[in-house]
């Protein structure tokens, strides 16, 4: 198994623009978590989806972060529009059911210039 | 908010010690969880514990938990360069799949 995928890897991009961050979870898992990590703050969820439904979103931090979940396979994050405070390594991480153990993709690192 | 606080913020120590690093957390938790993440990279799970439980090894590593004081402390023994890594202690309140809440945590430096 190639564990949780992200892409892309690296972003950079100017105030305003819209930013689309991807993730893959692991082929049998039914959670799918979101974080984003920051000097200040730490290690954050965003958001949580348990098959392919979203939980709680209460750490989305405005309406500007939209999340989804269209089947268990893919999920999107998008910021629209972006701000350079949204610099951050965003992480997506996945679980099954049968643990409470999170498998954490590579990250995206998102710079807002 | 953060649940958990690890302590200290930085350890640096020389190949060969061991190293013990500490969380503290404020609400009743489900089960521990220590996290691994090399520079750059994402987190790597190490070890769970549950509230039931009071020690836990595996490999070179050693957890304890209490819950009256709401404490783990992650020891490492017999340290290697390759354990220079940030650790993490994460808290689930729930069993099966919700999200975990993480600390700042511990940033150990490993001299060869």
């Known amino acids: 198994d190639a564990g949780v995928i992200q892409s892309p890897r690296h972003e950079v991009t100017e105030m305003g623009q819209e930013v689309t961050l991807r993730c893959k979870p692991i082929s049998g898992h039914n959670s799918l978590f979101w974080y984003r990590q920051t000097m200040m703050r730490g290690l954050e969820l965003l958001i949580y989806?348990?098959?392919?439904?979203?939980?709680?979103d209460s750490g989305m931090p405005e309406d500007r972060f939209s999340a989804k979940m269209p089947n268990a396979s893919f999920s999107t994050l998008k910021i629209q529009p972006s701000e350079p405070r949204d610099s951050a390594v965003y992480f997506c991480?996945?679980?099954?059911?049968?643990?409470?153990?999170?498998?954490f993709g590579p990250g995206t690192r998102l710079t807002v210039l | 908010s953060q649940q958990g606080e690890e302590d200290p913020q930085a350890l640096s120590i020389q190949e060969g010690e061991n190293a013990t690093m500490n969380c503290s957390y404020k609400t009743s938790i489900n089960n521990l969880q220590w996290y691994r993440q090399n520079s750059g990279r994402g987190l790597v799970h190490l070890i769970l514990?549950?509230?039931?439980?009071r020690e836990k090894h595996s490999g070179r590593l050693r957890v304890t938990l209490d819950t009256s004081k709401k404490s783990s402390s992650l020891l490492i023994t017999a340290s290697r360069a390759a354990d220079t890594a940030s650790y993490f202690c994460a808290t689930g309140r729930n069993s099966g799949n919700t999200p975990l809440v993480f600390g700042k945590g511990t940033r150990l430096s490993v001299i060869a």
């Open positions: 514990i549950r509230s039931n439980e």
């Open positions: 989806f348990n098959n392919n439904v979203p939980i709680d």
């Open positions: 991480a996945s679980s099954s059911g049968l643990k409470n153990e999170q498998f």
